[in-house]
């Protein structure tokens, strides 16, 4: 039977949904393609820059890794365009709010912030669910067996994972009537900082941690450390504020970042030298 005579017997908000997945497709699979292979670009030359010293584990990620966090990323990415048909139909159907336009800058950034709040608020919640142990093997030990997290383990999930993971939006779409530039601003941001938090290097300023507003914006030292063996602390993305309140975050976590963006002596010393001479 040729695919139109089967696309006939689907309901029209499905087929709506199905004419999206192309485009579907060049988002969720470029975000993450770009995302992670910027992210990437940017440690190996930070690394070869004289920023090797950032690199937060002595572990270096093996080539097996680095496959199986991009291969588990792309089946990701698949099941968020196969959620994705339905959550056009849903919008289709009016069951979702599908808002075009704009609301003008103002609200649209206090929406911006609200679904910042809100996600971190959602992956805080389902990220610890998930450690519990009943629920950890089917929903997230495939996560954690990134110990050396790159950048492209930033959608690395089991398919139940993934399925928590896309939860979020139909969710908030449900509630909060929001414009669809506002959606795609989020998920550029969430990717990018997703990609971040397992880079391995870490990207954040020195002044990171005493800068009042931002220490309380997460590092990639705080999911790193989640990763490397603090697995019941640090369960955070975009702030600190949950682990913080809830008393989740690891004790030692600003003296790990002080450490990571220390710069080793001898260089310190020598550049010391350096200056004193061309003084
Ligand atoms: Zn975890
Ligand atoms: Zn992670």
Request: hydrophobic share 50%.
């Amino acid at each position: 039977m040729p695919i139109n005579e089967i696309l006939a017997f689907l309901p029209e908000p499905i087929r709506v949904g199905i004419a999206h997945i192309p485009s579907m497709i060049t988002f969720d699979f470029g975000r993450y393609l770009i995302a992670a292979s910027v992210i990437a670009a940017i440690v190996w030359i930070a690394k070869r820059g004289g920023g090797a010293y950032r690199q937060i584990q002595k572990r270096v990620a093996s080539s097996a890794d680095y496959r199986r966090e991009f291969f588990a990323s792309l089946r990701t990415c698949a099941i968020f365009v196969f959620v994705g048909i339905f959550i056009v139909a849903a919008s289709q159907m009016g069951i979702l709010y599908d808002i075009q336009g704009s609301y003008g800058l103002a609200i649209d950034l206090a929406l911006f912030a609200a679904i910042l709040l809100a996600h971190d608020a959602y992956f805080y919640w389902t990220h610890r669910m998930m450690h519990h142990p009943k629920l950890f093997k089917t929903f997230h030990r495939f996560h954690h067996r990134s110990v050396t997290p790159t950048p492209f383990a930033a959608y690395a999930f089991d398919i139940p994972e993934a399925l928590v993971m896309v939860a979020f939006m139909p969710l908030w779409l449900f509630f909060v009537p929001t414009p669809a530039t506002v959606i795609t601003a989020f998920l550029a941001l969430m990717i990018i900082r997703n990609a971040m938090g397992h880079a391995g290097l870490e990207l954040h300023a020195r002044w990171w941690l005493k800068n009042p507003l931002t220490r309380w914006i997460s590092t990639t030292t705080h999911h790193d450390m989640h990763h490397s063996g603090n697995f019941n602390r640090n369960y955070g993305f975009y702030f600190r504020f949950w682990d913080v309140l809830m008393k989740t975050e690891a004790p030692e976590y600003e003296a790990a970042f002080a450490a990571s963006v220390a710069k080793p002596e001898a260089e310190t010393e020598q550049a010391e030298t350096g200056l004193a001479a061309a003084r």
